[in-house]
């Protein structure tokens, strides 16, 4: 991270983070509708048996940073303190700069609260090593809970098999379905 300060990266992880100061996701990255991928995601994430990663995975533009933002309101709304709840976009042009470890290290020095903390990495492919830190981070740090999205799928593939095994589900998020279509169509008339 020599290139690029920490106050550097405390200013990008606040301006994603907006909840921080505002107690609530923007209303421009909700949408009403949830999608089925959306439950089974809610379902891994918060299973309390068995602790695993998230990482959602699909062509861009389907719909894996709104299950993100979703999820993280649902945990503002169950009470979560809004410092416990970290986004992170590696397709930052600054976070790319850094490891995984070292935003989530400066983060929880500087600015999380006490207790578990929920962290939201999107485009995780363009973060250095991902695979092997979300494993450190896995096996060392059991009040964590890590929900990721992918879109290079042969990337994010090839992490899940050489690190992730037991560690993250995977979940595909395709494209709407005709059922999903038919709910999102029904959902914006009624608004209209």
Not at 28 to 53: G, Q, S, V
Not at 54 to 68: C, D, F, P, Q, Y
Request: hydrophobic share 40%.
């Amino acid at each position: 991270m020599s290139i690029i300060s920490q106050e550097e990266v405390l200013k990008v992880l606040i301006s994603y983070n907006v909840w921080w100061r505002t107690g609530k996701v923007p209303q421009n990255a909700m949408k009403e509708m949830k999608r089925t991928a959306y439950y089974e995601a809610n379902k891994a994430f918060l299973n309390r048996e068995i602790r695993r990663f998230v990482i959602l995975t699909g062509a861009r533009r389907v719909g894996k940073t709104t299950i993100l933002y979703q999820q993280i309101q649902d945990l503002i709304d169950k009470g979560v303190d809004v410092k416990n709840i970290l986004y992170i976009s590696f397709d930052n042009p600054i976070l790319k700069f850094c490891s995984l470890n070292q935003v989530i290290e400066l983060y929880d020095l500087n600015l999380s609260g006490e207790g578990e903390k929920y962290i939201f990495l999107d485009e995780i492919q363009y973060a250095t090593d991902w695979n092997n830190w979300l494993k450190v981070i896995y096996d060392q740090n059991k009040n964590i809970h890590i929900m990721a999205t992918g879109s290079a799928s042969p990337v994010i593939n090839k992490g899940i098999v050489e690190s992730g095994t037991g560690r993250w589900v995977t979940i595909l998020v395709p494209t709407l379905s005709f059922f999903e279509y038919c709910k999102l169509k029904s959902t914006t008339e009624r608004r209209v």
